[in-house]
């Protein structure tokens, strides 16, 4: 039972433009999420959160943005950076759940010069 | 301060042996995660300590995994005997007891392969 789902395994964008990675959950319950960057021979480094009372979370060039009718949420990345190069992971969590994260499969971005 | 520190980095062994890994969390942290990540999946949880007491294990598979975490800080997890799908790489994590808005801090990972 996959609860959280990344569809595009990959993303390749020109430098300078936007990204956008998409993420899909089941779980109602789920009311914190989060995205983590992984890069090659790395753990995930956590890079940006949003509470399911909020429906945007900026910091500096990364926007979350949360639809909970939809049960959606997508990470903008403007303007992409090289090395933003990374394998992005949504993450959920639900506090009947305690701390425990589920992750989606990971979307490999590959932002080119 | 210092990351999440994981030992070995690479891991290779035939079917049928065991194996273990070690973490050291980040000090202070009360909590402390094993994941295991497949090749083209997320990280999955095996199991979750809160200070050396087990609060999740529901997909740790207890036949041949078991994981351990005395005094509250070092844990080791241990596969006994390996099959070839446990071929992954194994995260650590810690965080604090409220982890609020930044998750976990996961280390670098050791990766097994069972030939």
């Known amino acids: 039972d996959q609860q959280v789902k990344q569809n595009s395994p990959s993303l390749s964008v020109q430098e300078g433009r936007i990204s956008i990675l998409n993420c899909d959950y089941t779980?109602?319950?789920?009311?914190?999420f989060l995205w983590y960057k992984k890069y090659p021979a790395e753990g995930p480094t956590f890079l940006i959160s949003i509470s399911s009372i909020k429906d945007k979370n900026e910091d500096g060039r990364f926007t979350v943005f949360l639809n909970k009718s939809a049960k959606h949420l997508s990470l903008h990345i403007v303007p992409s950076q090289p090395g933003d190069s990374a394998v992005y992971f949504c993450?959920?969590?639900?506090?009947?759940?305690?701390?425990?994260?589920?992750f989606g499969e990971g979307t490999q971005l590959t932002v080119n010069p | 301060e210092a990351g999440v520190a994981q030992s070995p980095r690479y891991k290779i062994i035939e079917k049928r042996q065991s194996v273990a890994f070690w973490c050291n969390p980040i000090s202070g942290h009360a909590t402390l995660y094993w994941y295991q990540q497949i090749l083209g999946q997320g990280p999955k949880l095996l199991i979750q300590?809160?200070?050396?007491?087990?609060?999740?294990d529901s997909q740790l598979p207890k036949d041949r995994f078991s994981a351990e975490r005395l005094k509250g800080v070092d844990s080791t997890l241990k596969i006994q005997p390996a099959k070839l799908e446990d071929s992954a790489v194994y995260l650590c994590?810690?965080?604090?007891?409220?982890?609020?808005?930044?998750?976990?801090?996961f280390g670098s990972g050791t990766r097994l392969t069972v030939v």
């Open positions: 300590f809160q200070n050396n007491g087990v609060v999740d």
């Open positions: 779980n109602s319950m789920f009311d914190y």
């Open positions: 994590a810690s965080s604090t007891l409220g982890w609020g808005n930044y998750g976990y801090t």
């Open positions: 993450a959920a969590s639900a506090e009947t759940s305690g701390s425990r994260l589920t």
